[in-house]
């Protein structure tokens, strides 16, 4: 891989929607597609400084999540509300590890791998890092891949409370963790999308030389 | 490759004027989402209220994170921890309380695990069967925080808020009582049984009862308590008397109270009056004796059947009770004797008076020494005496009558000894006894011996007569029957002599006189007759002797 030029050094920019390659009106301001009229950025707009914002609101709200009940189970009478740290202890405790196991991945370390890891992209892009390139383009694409199925969670909590409704005898309730942890994983699907990952190529001039 | 690409062949892109703000709007996202956060952290900190611990015997039922506090119902708290405490003999259950059950975590504040409970009195804690234990919480009354409680081991019978009032008791024993026994009022159950502790001398129980709200009022100052366990049965000299409240007391055991008729004012009493609790009704409704005078009687005869508490009556209406009975030596003849000390109260015989006269013998009664000088008076004068009776026969309860016995010997109250000695009779009930060995020894006296020997002579003649009389008819038998015989034949010769007479006197009858021929002749035929049957029963007889005795068989002659 010889091609070290990028678009944005030759002056010449990619529709993101129509994928037209055009030439930039200005460096400061590209323009519009002439094709489709959608508005022509080299790079995102403050890529960075959104996905921050981004990254740190669904960090903000990560906290609550974890540490509020998720579920509300209501067995005769008496109410019992469960974090999602609570579920997994219990479903450890009851001796079924694996689902422990699946829980503990997908609902704790899923969203905090998620924060992390675009906590790392940013980071390394405005340190303007130039090794591992396809590393962390992998990462990316991991996190945007993964953002789609994290809501895996708030689609099961959603889903019991509207089939176990047995009144007096039973009922599920959701509790407020749910909507933090919901917005944990929309804040986090965002800022994938709002991160631009040419900007992790920007970074340095030759890192080819390095990686090889 | 970026050489074929002709960038000028490129479309280029239009320009618009820009639009751009200093500071990105996307930053309200984090901000609202801290904002959120913060938000409920500073709700939650603020709605954190204490968290207590609570020292348990056991934690039957409790579970961390599940078990709940509930007061009335509402839950002010949760467990969060249970853990072995103490050197491993208690348990410690760490709750947090919800903020706004904060002030109910004082210095007397009671918990307790509710479980279903099963007693004879009712069914208690059944919804836990379905929500699981929880704690049980009463309020306290006092006002200081506390955070570490000790856990009681069964409810509170009466929540703290509950109108009413609490009473102290004192019993010698607790008899069938157990916290949470009723309490009757005209056998209305109006309170409970709260707790029940020994004295720390050892010596009595002390009972806290709780009377419901609108009853209290009933509880007055004069108000006599008495335990209602069980059946009562008393066989006085007045029968048998069996008393009981209902039938839950006679399981779980009772008390019951009223205020006597007489009390004369019925203002309710404080709450924590202590008042006592007697064994039974007749004991806890006597009249309050404030006047009682003891004196000592001795008696020479047998004091069974004489028990403390036994009435003492002056013209058969109750005058005191025996308190003690015993014996002592008469310091004069050295003598063995019995000694019944007795209490009497002179208000009761003044209380049955007629009413005229009831404050001027209130008034004397009052004065010990005009009371002493008019009852020494009527012992001296009157011949008023001890004496020992017999409530009941069947029983042989006495008790202690006074009575006037004016042929009685002369006698006078000692006043001298620490308890002023009244002169006694022996009792009827020794006269009785008396009458009783009497008959006994006058059916000792009767010959039996003698009587028996003679009946046994009697009989022994009997049987000698009956054998006589056997040898008889062996006789009749044997000597009579071919005795007979001779007489037949001379029946025979005398027929026919007869004939003889009558071939004879015929010619004098067959005259002229015809009706007497025909009466003669009828009566001959008559007499022709009874000789053929003659001698149809000699024919019988020569062929059947036997027949004398045993009578005709059955063949026809």
């Not at chain 2, 839950?75 to 491993?88: C, D, F, M, S």
């Not at chain 2, 015993?326 to 008076?353: F, H, K, N, Q």
Request: hydrophobic share 45%; proline share 6%.
């Amino acid at each position: 891989m010889a091609a070290a030029l990028t678009a944005a050094q030759a002056g010449l920019i990619g529709c993101e929607h129509c994928g037209l390659l055009v030439r930039a009106a200005s460096a400061d301001e590209p323009g519009h597609c002439p094709r489709c009229g959608s508005p022509l950025e080299s790079r995102r707009r403050q890529s960075i400084e959104r996905t921050w914002a981004l990254v740190i609101a669904a960090a903000i709200c990560y906290i609550p999540a974890n540490l509020l009940p998720v579920l509300g189970t209501t067995t005769l009478g008496s109410t019992e509300y469960d974090t999602i740290m609570g579920g997994v202890v219990f479903l450890y405790t009851s001796g079924s590890w694996p689902l422990a196991l699946i829980v503990l991945i997908a609902s704790v370390m899923v969203p905090l791998g998620k924060l992390i890891a675009l906590g790392y992209l940013l980071i390394s892009v405005q340190r303007r890092s130039s090794s591992s390139n396809r590393e962390r383009t992998r990462l990316y694409r991991m996190v945007e891949f993964i953002g789609r199925w994290s809501m895996l969670d708030v689609f099961v909590d959603t889903f019991t409370v509207a089939l176990v409704q047995l009144s007096p005898l039973m009922a599920v309730s959701p509790g407020p963790g749910v909507m933090f942890f919901a917005a944990v994983v929309v804040l986090t699907m965002i800022a994938a999308t709002t991160f631009d990952p040419r900007l992790i190529w920007d970074a340095g001039g030759e890192p080819e030389s390095r990686i090889g | 490759m970026a050489d074929a690409l002709d960038s000028n062949t490129l479309p280029q892109a239009t320009l618009t004027p820009p639009r751009r703000s200093r500071i990105s709007a996307i930053w309200l996202i984090p901000l609202l989402a801290a904002a959120v956060a913060i938000g409920i952290a500073v709700n939650r900190i603020l709605n954190e209220g204490p968290t207590i611990s609570i020292l348990f015997q056991s934690a039957e039922g409790v579970e961390a994170n599940k078990t709940i506090i509930k007061y009335k119902d509402v839950k002010i708290g949760q467990v969060t921890a249970v853990e072995l405490h103490q050197n491993y003999s208690k348990v410690m259950v760490t709750a947090r309380i919800d903020k706004h059950a904060e002030g109910l975590m004082v210095e007397d504040a009671k918990f307790w695990v509710v479980q279903p409970q099963v007693t004879l009195s009712g069914v208690s804690g059944l919804s836990t069967l379905l929500s699981g234990n929880y704690i049980g919480f009463e309020m306290g009354k006092s006002s200081k925080p506390q955070r570490h409680f000790t856990g009681l081991k069964v409810a509170p019978v009466i929540p703290i808020d509950q109108p009413g009032r609490e009473f102290e008791l004192t019993a010698s024993d607790l008899g069938s009582v157990s916290v949470g026994s009723p309490l009757y009022f005209r056998r209305l159950q109006v309170g409970q049984v709260m707790t029940y502790q020994l004295a720390p001398d050892g010596n009595s129980v002390s009972i806290s009862v709780f009377v419901n709200a609108p009853f209290d009022h009933f509880v007055s100052a004069q108000t006599r308590f008495w335990n209602a366990s069980g059946v009562d049965v008393s066989l006085g000299d007045g029968g048998l008397d069996v008393r009981t409240q209902s039938l839950v007391s006679l399981l779980v055991g009772g008390i019951a109270f009223a205020t006597p008729s007489s009390a004369v004012e019925p203002a309710p009493a404080t709450a924590d009056t202590t008042f006592v609790l007697y064994a039974d009704r007749a004991t806890a409704m006597k009249q309050p004796e404030t006047i009682s005078r003891h004196y000592v009687l001795y008696f020479t005869e047998s004091l069974r059947g004489l028990t403390v508490g036994a009435p003492v009556t002056l013209f058969g209406l109750p005058a005191g009770e025996v308190a003690d009975v015993g014996i002592d030596i008469d310091p004069a003849t050295t003598e063995v004797r019995g000694r019944v000390e007795i209490v009497a109260y002179p208000e009761r015989l003044v209380s049955d008076m007629h009413t005229e006269q009831s404050s001027s013998a209130q008034a004397m009664v009052q004065n010990p020494e005009q009371s002493h000088a008019f009852f020494q008076r009527l012992v001296m004068d009157r011949g008023l005496r001890a004496q020992l009776r017999s409530g009941s026969l069947l029983t042989g309860q006495l008790f202690v009558a006074f009575d006037f016995f004016p042929d009685a010997p002369k006698a006078e109250v000692d006043w001298g000894p620490k308890m002023p000695v009244i002169p006694t009779v022996p009792g009827t009930v020794t006269n009785l006894e008396d009458k009783v060995s009497d008959i006994l020894a006058k059916v000792d006296k009767i010959p039996f011996e003698t009587i028996g020997s003679e009946v046994a002579q009697t009989l022994l003649a009997l049987n000698e007569a009956i054998k006589d009389i056997d040898k008889a008819v062996n006789r009749i038998d044997k000597g009579v029957i071919p005795e007979l015989k001779p007489a037949i034949s001379a029946v025979r010769s005398a027929m026919m002599s007869a004939d003889r007479v009558l071939k004879n006197t015929d010619a004098t009858l067959l005259g002229k006189d015809a009706p007497g021929q025909l009466e003669l002749r009828d009566a001959l035929q008559e007499v022709s007759r009874a000789a053929r049957s003659l001698r149809v029963l000699t024919d019988y007889l020569e062929r059947n002797p036997s027949s004398l005795i045993r009578g005709k068989n059955g063949e026809k002659p």
